[in-house]
């Protein structure tokens, strides 16, 4: 298994940009999310998904939208890039048992840097 | 509001010595707490996952500990080697978010094992 892959792994973006990171797993895991890193914020959540068509939102999701047409891929857009919009971002899965969520999965990150 | 707080900050060891990475929480009521490896540059690596009527888990040279009454974790990590030097995040689900599967981190604790 490749687990989880996000493409692609650097990308520089110009103010007012739009673009869409990638995200798949191939472990068949229900729940999906996204997360952002930022020195002295730690890691934030973005959105996240219990399964294919159900999405919500999560602590930053401001500026971001997210869909889940299939259980592999969880494609993370930006809408209108902005500085403060620089970061690295980490995709997670994770299977979903009786009990609920299990142990979460991240993917290599995205390094995002918007001038 | 969950705070989850790692300290040390940074530890630097001799090679071969066992350590303790602490990770402590304001709300005992939490769903699970799990433990990652994080090298410079790169994604997070699970390392062990406590459920919360968990005591503690297991791997290899890596223990982890639970006690949700006092809200701490511990990650012990014996006879550590040079190849053990990344950060160390804890992290930590609410137990009112499990549905939600979101992770409140620390800031992690990087370790330096010298030769």
């Known amino acids: 298994n490749a687990g989880v892959t996000q493409t692609p792994k650097f990308q520089v973006l110009k103010t007012g940009q739009s673009m869409t990171l990638q995200c798949a797993q191939d472990?068949?895991?229900?729940?999906m999310s996204w997360y952002r890193q930022d020195p002295g914020m730690g890691l934030r959540l973005i959105h996240y998904?219990?399964?294919?068509?159900?999405?919500d939102q999560g602590e930053v999701p401001n500026g971001y939208n997210v869909s889940r047409s299939t259980t592999e891929d969880f494609p993370l857009r930006l809408l209108s890039a902005a500085p403060s919009q620089t970061s690295v971002y980490f995709c997670?899965?994770?299977?979903?048992?009786?009990?609920?969520?299990?142990?979460?999965?991240f993917g290599p990150g995205t390094r995002l840097t918007v001038t | 509001k969950q705070e989850v707080t790692q300290i040390p900050a940074a530890l630097s060891v001799p090679e071969g010595e066992n350590l303790v990475l602490n990770c402590s929480f304001t709300?005992?009521?939490?769903?699970?707490l799990q433990w990652f490896r994080q090298d410079p540059g790169k994604g997070l690596t699970s390392l062990l996952l406590i459920q919360s009527s968990q005591r503690e888990q297991t791997s290899g040279r890596l223990n982890a500990s639970l006690d949700k009454s006092s809200g701490r974790s511990t990650l012990y990590i014996a006879a550590s080697q040079p190849g053990d030097s990344a950060t160390y995040l804890c992290a930590v689900i609410g137990a009112g978010s499990s549905n939600t599967g979101k992770l409140i981190f620390g800031q992690g604790t990087t370790l330096q094992v010298k030769p």
């Open positions: 709300d005992s009521a939490i769903y699970n």
């Open positions: 998904s219990v399964g294919a068509g159900i999405t």
């Open positions: 997670a899965s994770s299977p979903v048992g009786q009990g609920g969520i299990h142990e979460q999965y």
């Open positions: 472990m068949n895991h229900e729940y």
